[in-house]
């Protein structure tokens, strides 16, 4: 039975254009995520200033802040929709449609939540946990996204927004905190250290966002870093210094809210950036099949067919077909294993964060703390900590199942 090698050429760049289109709706559910996410940041934010004033500050915003999230929601609903739960054309679609299902989990939880917090049935601290780990669950998502791409163009701007999300999650948790402090008119030791290890973890996620954003992404961040108000600033360092600071919890959660509300800017920018390179990829590799469409339509058919092994007369021009597609993959293979090694990296430090959270209560920024002073103290890399503590887990796991 005979095939057409450049039949099969041809197969190879249509699967190609297949998967970029699967990443550019990817691409689009991240972005309701992104908004999902940041309106959840400001419930959350919300949320705290009315328990640390005991209810009497903000009550009449909570159904507003919950209708925003809801409206959020069904935008995030509707982009779920649009997927096929068979899995066919989603590449892997175990660990997606499984980070999916507890971000739907993660939302279940809400109305109860609400109705804890009207009722002022549940402390500051614990609300907190909760609408965070809510927000965690959608950024596990947000990577879950980066580690499926196979394009390292869209590998890089997926990274880079996950990176910046991240960060502005940080920023989110650092306004609620010190709201929670001004408001007590207290900031204990505790506090303070988790104020700098939320602004040292910010400073982290900035850094990696800046390795792989593009140039115009970089330049409205350095812009908005450059305008982030001498106030803020001010403020930040009250809150990091003094017991008992005199200043409003509501001025300090208006500056952070200005700061928070410029990364959403940026974040805005990162998804537009996200859309235009799965387009122009999908563009590009679109043009690609037209001519080698073309040109094989100025092969002589007898010319395009081989059996089960390529006989020695295949033209040269058949060849050259094969070859170049061959090569094009080879250095897609080369930069996505240089990325493929940094998110395996990033993914095992992410675990690992979880197991500390999950069994020792450590926030996110405590729990990266942890791993990098038992790095710095073994004189290892962070992943290596975590590879071996998630090594650890799994042995224990088999013991105790």
Same mark, same amino acid.
């Given at each position: 039975?005979?095939?057409?090698?450049?039949?099969?050429?041809?197969?190879?760049?249509?699967?190609?254009?297949?998967?970029?289109?699967?990443?550019?709706?990817?691409? %689009?559910?991240?972005?309701?995520?992104? =908004?999902?996410?940041?309106?959840?940041?400001?419930? %959350?934010? *919300? @949320?705290? $200033?009315?328990?640390?004033?005991?209810?009497?500050? /903000?009550?009449? =915003?909570?159904? !507003?802040?919950?209708?925003?999230?809801?409206?959020?929601?069904? #935008? @995030?609903?509707?982009?779920?929709?649009?997927?096929?739960?068979?899995?066919?054309? @989603? +590449?892997?679609?175990?660990?997606?449609?499984?980070?999916?299902?507890?971000?739907?989990?993660?939302?279940?939880?809400?109305?109860?939540?609400?109705?804890?917090?009207?009722?002022?049935?549940?402390?500051?601290?614990?609300?907190?946990?909760?609408?965070?780990?809510?927000?965690?669950?959608?950024?596990?998502?947000?990577?879950?996204?980066?580690?499926?791409? &196979?394009?390292?163009?869209?590998?890089?701007?997926?990274? +880079?927004?996950?990176?910046?999300?991240?960060?502005?999650?940080?920023?989110?948790?650092?306004?609620?905190?010190?709201?929670?402090?001004?408001?007590?008119?207290?900031?204990?030791? #505790? &506090?303070?250290?988790?104020?700098?290890?939320?602004?040292?973890?910010?400073? %982290?996620?900035?850094?990696?966002?800046?390795?792989?954003?593009?140039?115009?992404?970089?330049? =409205? /961040?350095?812009?908005?870093?450059?305008?982030?108000?001498?106030?803020?600033?001010?403020? %930040?360092? $009250?809150?990091? *210094?003094?017991?008992?600071?005199?200043?409003?919890?509501?001025? /300090?959660?208006?500056?952070?809210?200005?700061? $928070?509300?410029?990364?959403?800017?940026? !974040?805005?920018?990162?998804?537009?950036?996200?859309? !235009?390179?799965?387009?122009?990829?999908?563009?590009?590799?679109?043009? +690609?099949? &037209?001519?080698?469409?073309?040109?094989?339509?100025?092969?002589?058919?007898?010319?395009?067919?081989?059996? #089960?092994?390529?006989?020695? =007369?295949?033209?040269?021009?058949?060849?050259?077909?094969?070859?170049?597609?061959?090569?094009?993959?080879?250095?897609?293979?080369?930069?996505? *294993?240089?990325?493929?090694?940094?998110? &395996? +990296?990033?993914?095992?430090?992410?675990?690992?964060?979880?197991?500390?959270?999950?069994?020792?209560?450590?926030?996110?920024?405590? #729990?990266?703390?942890?791993?990098?002073?038992?790095?710095?103290?073994?004189?290892?890399?962070?992943?290596?900590?975590?590879?071996?503590?998630?090594?650890?887990?799994?042995?224990?796991?088999?013991?105790?199942?």
């Amino acid at each position: 039975m005979s095939h057409s090698a450049l039949g099969f050429v041809l197969a190879s760049k249509k699967s190609e254009i297949a998967c970029l289109q699967q990443l550019l709706e990817t691409g %689009r559910l991240v972005g309701t995520i992104s =908004q999902l996410i940041h309106v959840l940041q400001r419930e %959350r934010g *919300t @949320v705290n $200033i009315f328990l640390c004033s005991h209810g009497k500050l /903000w009550a009449d =915003q909570l159904n !507003e802040r919950a209708l925003q999230v809801e409206n959020a929601e069904q #935008a @995030v609903g509707q982009q779920l929709a649009a997927l096929d739960l068979s899995g066919q054309g @989603v +590449a892997n679609a175990p660990r997606l449609f499984s980070r999916i299902a507890a971000v739907l989990h993660s939302l279940s939880i809400l109305p109860s939540l609400r109705g804890q917090v009207q009722a002022q049935a549940i402390s500051q601290p614990d609300a907190m946990r909760q609408y965070s780990e809510v927000i965690r669950s959608h950024l596990a998502l947000v990577f879950e996204a980066a580690d499926i791409s &196979a394009d390292p163009s869209i590998s890089r701007a997926l990274l +880079a927004m996950f990176s910046f999300m991240q960060g502005k999650e940080l920023a989110g948790q650092e306004r609620a905190l010190g709201a929670a402090g001004f408001a007590a008119c207290h900031f204990d030791e #505790a &506090a303070h250290q988790q104020l700098q290890d939320l602004i040292d973890s910010q400073e %982290r996620c900035f850094q990696t966002f800046s390795g792989f954003a593009d140039p115009r992404c970089l330049a =409205q /961040w350095q812009q908005q870093v450059n305008t982030d108000s001498s106030e803020f600033e001010r403020l %930040r360092r $009250i809150a990091c *210094t003094r017991m008992t600071p005199a200043e409003d919890a509501l001025r /300090w959660f208006e500056v952070t809210t200005a700061r $928070i509300d410029g990364m959403k800017t940026v !974040e805005d920018s990162l998804e537009e950036s996200l859309m !235009e390179c799965c387009r122009q990829r999908i563009r590009d590799a679109q043009n +690609a099949l &037209a001519r080698q469409q073309q040109d094989i339509g100025d092969i002589p058919p007898q010319e395009s067919h081989y059996s #089960a092994l390529i006989p020695p =007369q295949l033209s040269r021009s058949v060849l050259e077909l094969v070859e170049q597609q061959s090569r094009q993959l080879q250095t897609l293979d080369a930069e996505l *294993t240089g990325l493929r090694a940094t998110l &395996a +990296a990033q993914k095992r430090v992410e675990r690992a964060k979880g197991l500390l959270m999950q069994h020792h209560g450590l926030t996110e920024p405590q #729990a990266h703390k942890t791993l990098r002073d038992m790095a710095m103290k073994q004189n290892k890399k962070l992943s290596e900590i975590a590879e071996a503590m998630l090594a650890v887990a799994e042995v224990l796991g088999k013991k105790n199942p």
